[in-house]
Each structure stands twice: as structure tokens, then as C-alpha cells.
């Protein structure tokens, strides 16, 4: 994390939220910090808008609760599915609207976006919420196509949160070199392979998780993979285990996958992938994960009706944000708080 300045007014979050005190909403609705990253909320939604219609892609309004999780499916998933009841039917509230938006570029040929909460059933600390803001991506083509959207993207977002905020952010926290530089940036971002991560930093413990059947890049890892190659890097073509069953395989052994991280700031920001178009080969992974194909028939049937090949991308909101912020701690970036809250927050009654 870059240093602040020392001669920089440092705005600071009450931190209030972590912690459930019934008082927190009065405290952060007279809070310069979530004021601020109100109006960065603001920021991201219209330039995301506008990066995603100057590239041909269409907004669509999707539903809250699924019966097909997408990341929970991975061997190397830390999390779980959240389940919900609704009208007495079991469902799952959307861990990512990917699936939603494939099925979308079925309809919008030039492909599609939303940005909607996901969750994920994990416990919250300084790197992960449970509740999370989504900003998600579906488009025509493959892997090195999405790559540079993503590129411009957090680029536009950098461009547009400095010409808006920048001054205030500054003033506020001390720097804004960092938005300067993926702004400005002249080129794509650095890529890596996964093979060559590992040997970046495989002369430091801690850095790679290795499963036997797979591998991955801890947060060290991920961290010194930053530290030694750039600031700002794509770590691609993981073990094919160790991401979920609809990413396209990336070699004829199907040993890796063609899926890419996004590194900077806490770590990976964006996770992308290039998914299976041939149902075949969508089927060959499902068995390679243990995934009942019965779950997701609908899945594999839309790839038989119309075989198309996308790409599509996840970022998480807040972690973008806390970068932008040369901030710490996740858990202080939304406006209102799901972490782990307890029944009957906030009181129906409070005293000042």
C-alpha cells in the first residue's frame, strides 16, 4: 500500500461499521469519508456506463436470486453459496451475475454489463465482504479481447474519478500519483502466465498454495508478484483445477485455463476467464470438477442452441475503491453495513 503523504490532511473512517454499534448510521451520516465515496459511487456507475456504450455493450436488468452459483464451484474457492427461501422455494441469492450475462449475449450479440451486489457466503475481514458491489462484464470474443477492455475500463475509471475527485482526494488522503499512473498509462498492462508468477516468487514461503492437483497464488503471493514485476499486472492461464468448470482450457491436456487475475492496490481486483463455447468441452470440465451436469442443464443446453464464444470479467467495487482511497480495510467502504449484523440493526428507536 503506498505511503500518504505526512503533510497531507489524512481523512479517516469512523470505523464503525465492523464492529455493528447501533449508533453507526447516525456516526457515517456525518462522516466526510462516506460522503466521499457517495460521490465515487457516483463516479464509477456513469463512467462505466459510458466506457461500456463507447464499446457497444448494453445494460440489462437481471434478477436477485438464481439456481445456478458460479464461484463456489472451483476447488480453490474459500467461499460458499448463501441460500435463501423465497415464496417457499430454496434458491440462492447471486454470488455473480456471469452466467445471467452469457445467456444476455445471446440477446445483445455485442455484449453486456451490470453492476449489482453479490454474495458470497464467507466470513468478512480486511480483504472480503460477504455483500459485496459487482461490477460485471460479458462480451464477443476471447480472452485477450477482454483483457483490453478491462484495460481501458480501470483506466477510464482512474481518468474520470481524478478529473472529478481529485483535489478532494488528494487534500484528503495525500496522493493520487497512483491514478495518475494507470490513467495515463500508454500501454497494456503487464501479463504474466501463472507458470511465471510461480517462479517470481517462488523463492519466498507463503506465496503459492499447492494442492497437489492445483495451485494458487496466496495474498503474499499475489502482493510480491506486484512488488517484483508492476504495479499494475494480469497473472494468467491459472491450473485449470483451481478456477471454476466454465473456464475454457487453455492448453489440449486441459491443465490450465484461459482466465486472467488483475493485480493492484490489496491484490486481484478483476478476475476474468474465456468460456467453454463447445458443450463438449464444457461437459469435459464438469466431470474434471465433480460438477453435476443436472444442475446446470440450462447451462450447457443454451451452448447447444447457440454456441457463441465470450468473455466476461468481475470487479469487486470496493476493492477498486479502497485502492483509490489508499485504503485497508474493506469493511469501511460501503455506505451501509451487512457485516455480520446482528437481528434487529438498526433500532427501530435511537438516541443521539
Known amino acids: 500500500m503506498p505511503q500518504l503523504s505526512s503533510t497531507a490532511t489524512t481523512l479517516r473512517p469512523p470505523s464503525v461499521f465492523a464492529s455493528n454499534d447501533p449508533e453507526a448510521f447516525?456516526?457515517?451520516?456525518?462522516?466526510?469519508?462516506?460522503?466521499?465515496?457517495?460521490?465515487?459511487?457516483?463516479?464509477?456507475?456513469?463512467?462505466?456506463?459510458?466506457?461500456?456504450?463507447?464499446?457497444?455493450?448494453?445494460?440489462l436488468w437481471l434478477p436477485l436470486t438464481t439456481r445456478t452459483i458460479t464461484c463456489p464451484t472451483a476447488l480453490g474457492s474459500d467461499s460458499e453459496a448463501v441460500k435463501v427461501t423465497v415464496t417457499g422455494v430454496e434458491t440462492y441469492l447471486p454470488d455473480s451475475m456471469q452466467f445471467l450475462l452469457e445467456y444476455g449475449c445471446r440477446l445483445a450479440p455485442g455484449g453486456c454489463y451490470?453492476?449489482?451486489?453479490?454474495?458470497r457466503g464467507e466470513n468478512p475481514d480486511e480483504a472480503h465482504l460477504n455483500q459485496f458491489t459487482h461490477s460485471e462484464a460479458e462480451i464477443p470474443g476471447g480472452l485477450n479481447d477482454l483483457t483490453r477492455y478491462v484495460d481501458g475500463y480501470v483506466k477510464a475509471l482512474a481518468g474520470a474519478i481524478l478529473a472529478e475527485h481529485g483535489d478532494r482526494i488528494s487534500a484528503a488522503r495525500g496522493d493520487v500519483s497512483h491514478l495518475e499512473r494507470m490513467a495515463g498509462r500508454d500501454r497494456d498492462f503487464e501479463q504474466i502466465t501463472f507458470e511465471e508468477a510461480v517462479r517470481v516468487v517462488g523463492d519466498v514461503e507463503g506465496c503459492v498454495r499447492d494442492a497437489g492437483d492445483w495451485r494458487t497464488l496466496t495474498r503474499k503471493g499475489e502482493r510480491l508478484v506486484m512488488e517484483r514485476v508492476d504495479e499494475f499486472v494480469w497473472v494468467r492461464d491459472f491450473?485449470?483445477?483451481?478456477?471454476?468448470?466454465?473456464?475454457?482450457?487453455?492448453?489440449?491436456?486441459?491443465?490450465?485455463?484461459?482466465?486472467?487475475?488483475?493485480?493492484?492496490?490489496?491484490?486481484?481486483?478483476?478476475?476474468?476467464?474465456?468460456r467453454h463455447s463447445d458443450p463438449g468441452q464444457l461437459r469435459k470440465s464438469m466431470a474434471l470438477h465433480n460438477v453435476q451436469e443436472d444442475e446446470y442443464d440450462w447451462y450447457v443446453r443454451m451452448r447447444e442452441e447457440s454456441r457463441m464464444l465470450t468473455s466476461g470479467f468481475?470487479?469487486?467495487?470496493?476493492?477498486?475503491?479502497?485502492?483509490?482511497?489508499?485504503?485497508?480495510?474493506?469493511?469501511?467502504?460501503?455506505?451501509?453495513?451487512?457485516?455480520?449484523e446482528p437481528p434487529g440493526w438498526p433500532p427501530a428507536i435511537v438516541r443521539p
Not at 114 to 119: A, C, G, Q, R, V
Request: negative net charge; charged residues 25%.
Open 114 to 119: 451490470t453492476i449489482m451486489p453479490s454474495f
Open 26 to 59: 447516525l456516526v457515517a451520516q456525518r462522516s466526510p469519508w462516506y460522503r466521499l465515496i457517495a460521490d465515487l459511487h457516483d463516479t464509477v456507475q456513469r463512467a462505466t456506463m459510458d466506457y461500456a456504450r463507447s464499446r457497444g455493450l448494453k445494460n
Open 239 to 274: 491450473d485449470a483445477l483451481a478456477v471454476p468448470f466454465y473456464q475454457a482450457f487453455g492448453d489440449s491436456d486441459a491443465k490450465t485455463a484461459r482466465c486472467a487475475d488483475l493485480y493492484f492496490g490489496m491484490g486481484e481486483v478483476v478476475g476474468s476467464g474465456e
Open 314 to 340: 468481475g470487479m469487486g467495487v470496493e476493492r477498486f475503491l479502497m485502492w483509490v482511497l489508499h485504503h485497508d480495510d474493506i469493511r469501511d467502504m460501503p455506505l451501509v453495513s451487512r457485516v455480520n
